[in-house]
């Protein structure tokens, strides 16, 4: 069983940076592409960020595009969320996945291993 573990939510003011982590583990972790989704209240979860098993692709939102960063250290089993120049729009929860198999994807149906979530709430 794949368990994801995000940490690094928090409260930021606007313009802030963060950097989210999510530890996996369970399977080998580098066979798989990871993505970062959101949530916020009354909304339905949206694609942010993904990257390839290898760390060399990388996909984004166009909202976070040039702001968020997703990279990776296989040897450490964790996918990270670099986020800067944060807004009060990106105040969500933010959950880790873990793709179905080694390519990236925005679609929430090819990730079939989710964290808890870590909230990250911006003021303005």
């Known amino acids: 069983q794949v368990q994801l573990v995000e940490s690094g939510g928090g409260l930021v003011q606007a313009g802030g940076s963060l950097r989210l982590s999510c530890a996996a583990s369970?399977?080998?972790?580098?066979?798989?592409?990871m993505g970062w989704f959101r949530q916020a209240p009354g909304k339905e979860r949206e694609f942010v960020a993904a990257?390839?098993?290898?760390?060399?692709?990388?996909y984004y939102a166009d909202s976070v595009k040039g702001r968020f960063t997703i990279s990776r250290d296989n040897a450490k089993n964790t996918v990270y969320l670099q986020m800067n120049t944060l807004k009060p729009e990106d105040a969500a929860v933010y959950y880790c996945?873990?793709?179905?198999?080694?390519?990236?994807?925005?679609?929430?149906?090819?990730?079939?291993?989710w964290g808890q979530g870590a909230q990250v709430t911006v003021s303005s």
């Open positions: 996945a873990q793709a179905v198999g080694n390519t990236s994807s925005r679609r929430l149906s090819d990730y079939n291993y």
């Open positions: 369970g399977r080998t972790f580098s066979g798989y592409a």
């Open positions: 990257v390839s098993w290898s760390g060399i692709n990388t």
